[in-house]
């Protein structure tokens, strides 16, 4: 279990459920884990969680360029160098017809995923080591229109238009970029959407996801991360600019 012996991984949304599950992954691969989330109160808990003094928390917020520096520094000081970022910090936004969509809803869900994935890489890649990783989390919605998410899918699908950016200007050093497209998974965050979605289909949001999967159901963390595994490590060493779909089938 050294898929990713002493690298150091930076990882965003540290606190929240999918970013938990890939730290717990990476943790029992070898890695060592600087997390960073908004929740505070969370994080802590979360590096408890792992339990590991290769673990170091800070609090940040993504979307503030002097964060994102902090987190970076962090690495930095804590082990010395920066091997893989996860890029998975979200927020999902609401669900309306687009004449009723808020401007600043829209504003608040894209700043979170593109400018905060953005302003993180940018701050990250001149002080990553060569040969590194970097993983993008968008979604099955990254790559699909549904009626009303406008703030959300439309941040997925731009996070894909970074990330093909970034994987042909960092080929030369050997910094591999791709985006990892998880269908819905068995969690709180997607929970909220479902809540959402019943109002507005007026039926049960979870059994109509389970209906348009052809799997038949939602995926565990543990699925995710180990596919966010496969980007981080040498397994994937000649993966780049490419969407890893892990959406039990929803996209084909
Ligand atoms: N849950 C799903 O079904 C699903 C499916 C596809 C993609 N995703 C994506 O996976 C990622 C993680 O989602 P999750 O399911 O673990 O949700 P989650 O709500 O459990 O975790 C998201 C975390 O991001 C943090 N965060 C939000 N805004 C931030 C900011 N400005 N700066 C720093 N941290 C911030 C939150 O505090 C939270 O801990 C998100 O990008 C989400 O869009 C989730």
């Not at 894909?160 to 819905?184: S, W």
């Not at 479902?194 to 949001?205: N, P, T, Y």
């Amino acid at each position: 279990m050294n898929a990713l012996q002493d690298k150091v991984c930076l990882i965003t949304g540290g606190a929240g459920s999918l970013g938990r599950a890939i730290a717990k992954l990476f943790a029992g691969e070898g890695a060592k884990l600087v997390l960073s989330d908004l929740d505070e109160s969370a994080l802590a808990t979360a590096r408890d969680e792992i339990g590991s003094e290769r673990t170091v928390a800070v609090a940040g917020d993504v979307t503030r360029a002097q964060d994102a520096e902090r987190m970076v520094d962090t690495a930095l000081a804590a082990f010395g160098r920066l091997d893989v970022v996860v890029s998975n910090a979200g927020n999902f936004g609401t669900v309306a017809p687009i004449g009723e969509y808020p401007e600043e809803v829209f504003d608040a869900v894209y700043r979170v995923h593109v400018k905060g994935a953005f302003l993180l890489i940018r701050a990250a890649v001149p002080k990553m080591a060569d040969g590194g990783s970097i993983v993008i989390m968008s979604s099955v919605a990254g790559t699909r229109g549904d009626p009303g998410v406008y703030g959300y899918i439309t941040a997925k699908h731009a996070q894909v238009g970074l990330m093909r950016c970034l994987a042909k200007e960092l080929a030369p050093r050997r910094i591999r970029v791709n985006t990892l497209h998880p269908g819905p998974v068995a969690n709180s965050f997607q929970g909220a959407v479902e809540a959402d979605l019943s109002g507005v289909i007026g039926r049960d949001g979870t059994e109509f996801f389970n209906e348009i999967i052809p799997l038949g159901r939602h995926a565990e963390p543990g699925e995710i991360a180990r596919s966010a595994l496969y980007l981080a490590s040498d397994q994937s060493s000649f993966t780049t600019g490419t969407m890893l779909m892990v959406d039990g089938g929803m996209s084909a």
